[in-house]
């Protein structure tokens, strides 16, 4: 895949308080080149932001696909499902691509394993320890229309919407 379409343009990457973060995904019912072109955004806004992870939400588009680029490990997953969330429960600092200049302590489990369909239409699975468990589990949350933010306790949460404004605010400047 080709990393040259979006050099000097805005990201495309929706932020908190886009709707389209908040719907859950709609299933991918057929491969096709509109697929594969949202594939190629997904990716790009991806290595762009250099993130472990993306969404199709996080560009906007309501579909279940996922991207993972996490320790060497590179995968696109369509109409992606959680199997299974095991291990022990471990609290790790995490961000997201949507909620820029924010971070918290989020609980999740230390091994994920996800089935999902690849772009040449293979069905897939992945299991996950440790970033990749996490990366797994935190891309799903966006596919369901959920943030990290919602894993937070009601005043941590509070505390990290007055430091994502103030970062926004920071920004426009």
Same mark, same amino acid.
């Given at each position: 895949?080709?990393?040259?379409?979006?050099?000097?343009?805005?990201?495309?990457?929706?932020?908190?308080?886009?709707?389209?973060?908040?719907?859950?995904?709609?299933?991918?019912?057929?491969?096709?080149?509109?697929?594969?072109?949202?594939?190629? @955004?997904? /990716?790009?806004?991806?290595?762009? #932001?250099?993130? =472990? +992870?993306?969404?199709?939400?996080?560009?906007? $588009?309501?579909? %279940?696909?996922?991207?993972?680029?996490?320790?060497?490990?590179?995968?696109?997953?369509?109409?992606?499902?959680?199997?299974?969330?095991?291990?022990?429960?471990?609290?790790?600092?995490?961000?997201?691509?949507?909620?820029?200049?924010?971070? @918290?302590? /989020?609980?999740?489990?230390?091994? #994920?394993?996800? =089935? +999902?369909?690849?772009?040449?239409?293979?069905? $897939?699975?992945? %299991?996950?320890?440790?970033?990749?468990?996490?990366?797994?589990?935190?891309?799903?949350?966006?596919?369901?229309?959920?943030?990290?933010?919602?894993?937070?306790?009601?005043?941590?949460?509070?505390?990290?919407?007055?430091?994502?404004?103030?970062?926004?605010?920071?920004?426009?400047?």
């Amino acid at each position: 895949m080709r990393v040259t379409a979006m050099q000097g343009k805005k990201s495309p990457i929706r932020t908190l308080g886009d709707p389209a973060l908040r719907r859950p995904a709609e299933v991918v019912e057929t491969i096709d080149e509109d697929i594969r072109q949202i594939c190629r @955004a997904l /990716v790009e806004a991806m290595l762009r #932001a250099g993130g =472990a +992870g993306i969404a199709a939400p996080q560009i906007g $588009i309501s579909k %279940r696909i996922i991207a993972l680029d996490v320790d060497g490990h590179f995968h696109i997953l369509i109409n992606p499902e959680l199997l299974a969330s095991e291990g022990e429960t471990e609290e790790t600092t995490e961000g997201c691509l949507s909620v820029p200049g924010v971070s @918290a302590p /989020v609980a999740r489990k230390t091994c #994920a394993t996800v =089935a +999902g369909t690849t772009l040449d239409g293979e069905r $897939i699975e992945i %299991r996950g320890e440790g970033l990749l468990a996490r990366a797994i589990q935190h891309e799903m949350d966006h596919l369901a229309g959920n943030l990290f933010l919602d894993h937070l306790s009601p005043a941590r949460r509070r505390s990290l919407l007055q430091q994502y404004r103030r970062h926004k605010d920071d920004e426009e400047e």
